[in-house]
């Protein structure tokens, strides 16, 4: 690939990523890390030590899948029953909890990817984001899903600050989860037999894929990719989606199927994956300097926690253009205790998207309107009809307490005559790139605790 469809590549990519359209599907071959001094790939270091464990051989270079390969020894041996090797790697994953998470991993958290989808059966996706976005808080949901299970992603779908999918199951002490080749085809067979989990599959099949390090087989990952997608992987239509693949794989026959003019699949050359992670990384953070490691920073007011703000909130409304000052605003809010409503798909366009956020700007108690020089661009933007949905909630607002909180974050003036009215006549915040003064902080915390607060009580 030449230097400009190499950079077309990854600007498409990274176009997709700030428009909150790109879900990851994370595989295996980002799992190195340290452990006891050395650099590990986990799943070749827990197959090592389940074969001790289990009295067979271990692993060796042939074995694509190491784990894999331990438990398929032990299965024929028939030694202790078909259970054990499931609770094993539960123990040993319990014992990986001790260990330092994958670098890939925690850089990969640093892009705002609001939904994971992991193939691995470790909880280190999870920890990473709890690490990065949280500050160590267990904050990242995780449905439960496995073998025979109803979980799926919740009503909102992945639109929390932070979601693992397990496609294939998490480790515990039941057979629900994979382990094997076999266990890998009951999940493909569950997904085609029941339709589930069906919300997550609805996601995917709006989003642009971005399949990083799976190292799966050839008809797994054609199993993927169609999954996926909503139409056959070879179709000529105008909303098909984009999607990527990030693998090390070697399995020209099927990078030939891949790049297929018609698959509308574009496919990194990767030597390393975690190289393409770093890459990724790289070029995001020199689009967006801002790092939720930067937001992790105290906020300077006294933090109250409220629970769950039940069908009300703060929707947070701005231009994609000022993503980075709309995310310390939300991070402020949401570090007072405030529920905030806070959506990076505004360039995901249809009827459907349009009622969900409709009716999420009904039931908001405060509409916080980000306002910059991009507010008064006269191209057709969606924030215009977030803030049109919002002008006619704030005609059924209490009288004594304002719904619409316009924050300004540069030196635009209110008194240019292009905004609406219902914008201008309402006292404008003025927070110089997203930094939120202390004072508006409190008076929106004050205000919320009022809305919260049941009718007819003191």
Known sequence: ????????????????????????????????????????????????????????????????????????????????????????????????????????????????????????????????????????????????????????????????????????????????????????????????VTGTPRRLFETLRQSHILLIGGLFSDWLTRFVMRLVRANRLWTSTSTQLTHFFADRSNDQHLLSFLRHPMSDTEVFTVVRTEDFVDELHRRWTARHPIRFTDMNA??????????????????????????????????ALDRAGIDVWFDRRDLHAGEEFERKIAAQIARSYFFVAVVSKQSLTREPRFFRFEWREAEQRAKYAAFDLPYVLPVVIDDTPSADDRFPAFVTKVHWTRAPGGDLPPAFIADVVKAYRQVQRPQGRS
Request: charged share 20%; with cysteine; net charge negative.
């Open 298 to 331: 105290p906020v300077t007011v006294e933090s109250a926690s409220f629970g769950g703000a039940g069908p009300g909130g703060v929707f947070l409304s701005y231009a994609s253009e000022d993503y980075e000052a709309a995310a310390r605003v939300h991070v």
């Open 1 to 192: 690939m030449d230097a400009a469809s190499d950079a077309f590549q990854w600007n498409q990519l990274l176009d997709y990523i700030e428009a909150g359209l790109v879900v990851p599907i994370v595989g295996r071959d980002l799992l190195w890390t340290d452990i006891q001094g050395s650099r590990e790939f986990v799943p070749a270091y827990v197959g090592r030590q389940l074969a001790i464990r289990a009295g067979v051989a271990a692993p060796d270079d042939t074995d694509t899948d190491p784990v894999c390969a331990v438990v398929q020894r032990f299965l024929a041996a028939q030694a202790k029953g078909r259970n054990w090797p499931y609770t094993a790697v539960s123990q040993l994953a319990r014992e990986l909890e001790s260990t330092d998470v994958p670098v890939a991993l925690r850089k990969l958290s640093e892009v705002p990817f609001r939904l994971f989808v992991s193939t691995t059966w470790d909880n280190y996706m999870e920890r990473a984001l709890n690490l990065v976005r949280f500050g160590g808080r267990v904050q990242t949901i995780v449905p439960p899903y496995g073998l025979g299970s109803n979980a799926d992603l919740s009503e909102r779908g992945g639109d929390g600050p932070a979601t693992v999918f397990p496609l294939l199951g998490r480790a515990n002490t039941s057979p629900d989860y994979a382990l094997t080749d076999e266990d890998v085809l009951e999940f493909v067979h569950q997904f085609h």
